[in-house]
């Protein structure tokens, strides 16, 4: 896939990474994902990005308040983040943090929706987003995981433009498949929470793509994190959700590979 440059609007545009210790997180993730990084940007409080094979990929960041999670974040690109804002409050979502400039790379927004989950919203100014994705080492997918699937449906429909995929070969029981207004190609997909995981909250999983499973779970494990599920087969490839050796959950998706012809 050619580099990116431009987002449609609901469109995942990047991802960053809240850790407690910004040095130990570049260690995992630079040995994992074959990611380098620059220096941090010291006036956005040390947020670091990351690039694979010189093409930005994703962000660490020091956690700035120990209260904060230690988790993955996602944005979405709009352009204008003003109406995205009032959307948000009309559709039944609450501002966490209203739109403010960061520098000039862009503006930032941080909201959240009915169920709770947590998303940023991306107005783009130097700063475009992925410059590389749906390759080794870059993003490739998300996931939205609901306690009321119908109520987070509609709000990204509204919000975004969502579009679900009920009869897609992707789509199943409990999930449905998502795409953006014109396109072909589905962007993620929401998945229903069930009574089995009460305690579990309404939340985003950002996946990479790797091109060896296998040896990504070995060399997560061996590096301190663990698997939390999988790997195994979904509609996209193996997948497996794992956290870091700080806390900071999210997936990781091999190739699909082609069916072996019969004999």
């Not at 983040?81 to 209203?98: L, M, N, P």
């Given at each position: ?7 449609p ?6 991802v ?51 209260s ?9 690109a ?22 403010m ?14 169920g709770?989950?947590v ?38 429909a ?56 296998d ?5 997560a ?39 072996r012809?019969?004999?």
């Open positions: 896939m050619t580099a990116m440059t431009a987002f609007e609901g469109a995942p545009c990047w960053d990474a809240m850790l407690p210790d910004l040095g130990a997180g570049k260690r995992f993730y630079g040995e994992l994902f074959g990611w380098t990084f620059d220096e941090g940007a010291a006036e956005f409080g040390g947020y670091t990005v990351a690039f694979r094979d010189g093409r930005k990929a994703a962000a660490l960041m020091p956690r700035p308040d120990p904060m999670p230690v988790s993955w974040g996602i944005s979405f709009t352009p204008d983040i003003a109406r995205t804002e009032q959307t948000v409050i009309r559709s039944g979502g609450r501002i966490v943090c209203a739109p400039p960061v520098g000039d790379l862009g503006t930032l927004m941080v909201a959240t929706d009915p709770g989950a998303f940023n919203v991306w107005q783009a100014g130097t700063h475009r987003g992925f410059e590389i994705s749906g390759e080794p080492g870059g993003y490739v997918w998300m996931g939205l995981s609901a306690r009321l699937p119908h109520t987070a449906d509609a709000f990204y509204e919000v975004f433009g969502f579009t679900g995929v009920r009869d897609g070969p992707s789509a199943a029981p409990g999930r449905l498949p998502w795409r953006l207004p014109g396109a072909d190609r589905e962007i993620g997909c929401r998945v229903a929470l069930g009574p089995d995981r009460p305690d579990v909250p309404d939340h985003f999983t950002v996946c990479f793509l790797t091109d060896a499973m040896e990504t779970v070995r060399t494990t061996a590096l301190g994190g663990t698997v939390t599920g999988g790997p195994h087969s979904s509609p996209g490839g193996p997948f497996a959700v794992l956290r870091d050796n700080q806390g900071a959950t999210f997936g990781v998706m091999a190739p699909k590979q082609p069916a012809p019969q004999n």
